[in-house]
């Protein structure tokens, strides 16, 4: 059983301030890791596929970072908007290159 | 180009009944992945598709669930006898190779 894990479950940030959160996953067998942002009752979104040590990965105010040899991957929110709370979930790809397995979600509000 | 399309949104059946849920994939997709997600839990892979072809169904039960992507039409994730624990959001993804698109779900509630 593949042990996707995120931390912290949950966090509060202040407008404007800048956060980050973690993914780790298994170091062996690594295909991809897909990182997703999930607003209530909308679709996962893709934000990031990283297949590379030491990729990173920017759109806008978010980026992520990779670290396939110890098995984690970091995603940043410069300057947090209330627009950016959501869950956002990582997901590990193995070499079989098919299947997601997602972590449990960091769930970000940004207050105003 | 239209994103991956699920219908029903909502599906609501008895206990013993049978639910259909369709996923459209993406233009110009040709692999189709099922992934559930239950009350308090996170998404968990059921099934992987090709067109005609089952690739990977490692995540499915072992009964009373099946799943088919037709050479024409949706793709259809079919739950026979359905019962309370099956009650969850069903989530459909295309791609055409890496990265996998995202449906809005079908949330099946089971009386």
């Not at chain 2, 090709?50 to 037709?70: C, H, L, V």
């Not at chain 2, 739950?79 to 969850?88: F, K, N, P």
Request: net charge positive.
């Amino acid at each position: 059983i593949l042990n996707v894990e995120q931390s912290p479950q949950s966090l509060h940030v202040q407008e404007g301030d800048s956060t980050n959160f973690t993914c780790s996953f298994p170091s062996s067998n690594f295909y991809a890791l897909h990182w997703y942002r999930w607003e209530t009752a909308k679709s996962p979104e893709a934000l990031f596929v990283m297949t590379l040590n030491g990729d990173e990965k920017k759109k806008g105010r978010i980026s992520a970072t990779l670290n396939t040899k110890e098995g984690y991957s970091y995603l940043y929110i410069k300057g947090s908007q209330p627009e950016d709370s959501a869950t956002y979930l990582c997901a590990f790809m193995d070499a079989a290159g098919n299947k997601l397995t997602f972590g449990g979600g960091t769930r970000v509000l940004v207050k105003p | 180009n239209a994103g991956v399309m699920q219908n029903p949104r909502h599906l609501v059946r008895r206990r013993g009944q049978e639910a259909r849920l369709r996923c459209s994939p993406m233009k110009g997709h040709s692999h189709v992945y099922w992934y559930r997600q239950l009350p308090e839990e996170g998404l968990k892979f059921m099934v992987y598709l090709q067109k005609e072809n089952i690739i990977d169904e490692s995540g499915m039960p072992k009964e009373r669930f099946s799943a088919e992507f037709p050479k024409e039409g949706p793709s259809i994730l079919r739950i026979q006898q359905v019962v309370r624990g099956d009650s969850a959001a069903y989530f459909c993804a295309s791609s055409p190779e890496l990265k996998q698109f995202f449906g809005p779900g079908t949330r099946l509630t089971v009386l």
